[in-house]
């Protein structure tokens, strides 16, 4: 049985940093595009970074320049800097395979002034 294991979420001030990380844990074939997205309180789940299995990466326009996606294999990553009070929100991985989407459970980030 396949399943994302996240960690890295907490509590930070704004201008701070956290690393986000994501694997995939049990067999998995196909593995193409792995990504974060986030849900805020009251409002849709939205797309933050993905990156293809060829390194080909994506950013929503309110965290480019201050999020960095990575991946090693089966483990993804984002490193989330300069963060905003807006960037609040739980945190979702998702990996695409073939014609299935694996998600995790969801890690809390909460940015305070």
């Known amino acids: 049985q396949v399943q994302l294991v996240e960690s890295g979420g907490g509590l930070v001030q704004a201008g701070g940093s956290l690393r986000l990380s994501c694997a995939v844990s049990g067999r998995i074939f196909s593995l193409n595009v792995m990504g974060w997205y986030r849900q805020a309180p009251g409002k849709q789940r939205e797309l933050v970074a993905d990156?293809?299995?060829?390194?080909t990466t994506y950013y929503a326009d309110s965290v480019k320049g201050r999020f960095t996606i990575s991946r090693d294999g089966g483990t993804v990553y984002l490193q989330m800097n300069n963060l905003k009070l807006e960037d609040t929100a739980v945190y979702y991985c998702?990996?695409?395979?073939?014609?299935?989407?694996?998600w995790g459970q969801g890690t809390q980030v909460t940015v305070s002034s």
């Open positions: 998702k990996a695409q395979a073939s014609i299935y989407d694996y």
């Open positions: 990156i293809t299995s060829g390194s």
